[in-house]
């Protein structure tokens, strides 16, 4: 099946799918499926299910409650036991992404790349980004501990930030680098060493024999990975707007995935995984001196979608399929889907939710199981 486990609240409806087997000898027709979220039901859809086969039921939902959405699809028989004909899952919902953006001066005084950046982050009535605008020399431990993702803007990074970026990064948050001019290659090594997709070489500004600027575009994009898979829809990249004048020159990338290159074949996105976070490096600024993409279409969707992906992708799992041990932290107390506390090794024992309290904080998590007819 294919279903949303974590998502930024939007009103976009999100879409379901889920397999249904017939492993019977005769044909199924018109079952019931039912989508049920936070225990109601939301939809119920009819599918024919062939002897032998399999068939799809599809939904689309809108998710608008912040948090845990506890979801099962379900056949409306009394021919099968609850665990044949049910799938549980968990749809984690985070109401904002709260975004830390680091400048070189602060509001008031932003370069060319906290300008294009704040325009198309900038808050709105139905906005997922909460953005706090913070000037290097005065981001603290503290201003970091709040955000999902650090955004650094064009700045030299000191020393000694560095390992408020790395405990981001420990605790499943994102950081997105733009270096551009101001950037300096030796700065950048010792500050983001131990946690940059590569270290930066040089700027390249391509010429024509005539000493005119050579523009290039992007090319071999990694349309697999989360951040530029919904580029694939028709219409929905037209990558091949894009022209570049300027990019840095990457080097020691060799622990990184590579995003997307350039047409002369260097580097222009990386990814590297760091603990539990992620770390996105684009290789050219968000500045008209260096490419035209901040006046085309795509640089809004291309920008949200890679700052979703750093929120979202790095979030706790919270789906299980069943017989796998489920992250328990010492001293946490365990509830299965009974409702009785889970004694012994953390194992989920049969598909429904378990509920975890640790200290403070609930979580919900999910022992999942397929759905098959007899």
């Not at 953006?101 to 008031?108: D, I, M, R």
């Not at 789906?319 to 992250?327: D, I, K, Q």
């Amino acid at each position: 099946g294919s279903y949303p486990e974590s998502l930024v609240r939007e009103a976009a409806p999100q879409n379901i799918a889920v397999r249904i087997v017939n492993n019977g000898k005769n044909p199924a027709r018109a079952v019931k499926v039912s989508l049920r979220v936070n225990g109601k039901r939301v939809k119920t859809k009819e599918v024919n299910v062939p002897a032998g086969g399999r068939a799809a039921a599809r939904f689309r939902h809108v998710f608008d409650k912040g948090g845990d959405n506890p979801c099962v699809v379900s056949l409306d028989t009394s021919d099968l036991t609850a665990e044949d004909n049910r799938l549980y899952f968990n749809a984690r919902v985070t109401p904002k992404i709260r975004i830390l953006l680091v400048s070189t001066t602060g509001p008031g005084r932003a370069n060319t790349s906290e300008f294009f950046l704040r325009a198309a982050l900038s808050p709105g009535q139905q906005s997922p980004f909460e953005v706090k605008s913070v000037p290097v020399g005065k981001v603290t431990a503290a201003s970091m501990q709040s955000a999902t993702v650090a955004i650094l803007a064009d700045v030299n990074v000191p020393v000694s930030l560095a390992s408020a970026l790395k405990q981001l990064l420990e605790r499943g948050g994102g950081v997105l680098l733009l270096p551009g001019s101001n950037v300096k290659p030796a700065a950048f090594a010792a500050a983001l060493g131990d946690l940059a997709p590569c270290k930066l070489a040089k700027i390249v500004a391509p010429k024509r024999p005539d000493g005119s600027p050579l523009e290039t575009g992007l090319s071999s994009i990694d349309y697999t990975h989360p951040a530029f898979e919904v580029f694939l829809a028709p219409h929905h990249g037209a990558f091949g707007t894009l022209r570049y004048k300027r990019y840095w020159e990457a080097s020691g990338a060799q622990l990184s995935r590579v995003l997307a290159k350039y047409d002369d074949g260097r580097q222009a996105i990386l990814e590297r995984k760091v603990a539990k976070g992620t770390c996105v490096l684009w290789l050219s600024a968000i500045d008209l001196g260096w490419s035209n993409l901040p006046f085309r279409a795509l640089y809004l969707p291309m920008l949200h979608q890679t700052i979703r992906y750093l929120a979202v992708r790095t979030e706790q799992r919270t789906g299980y399929t069943v017989g796998e041990v489920l992250p328990v932290p010492q001293g946490a107390t365990l509830w299965g889907p009974d409702g009785a506390v889970v004694k012994g090794a953390p194992v989920a024992p049969s598909p429904g939710f378990y509920r975890l309290l640790a200290g403070d904080i609930s979580s919900t998590a999910t022992g999942r199981a397929g759905i098959d007819m007899p």
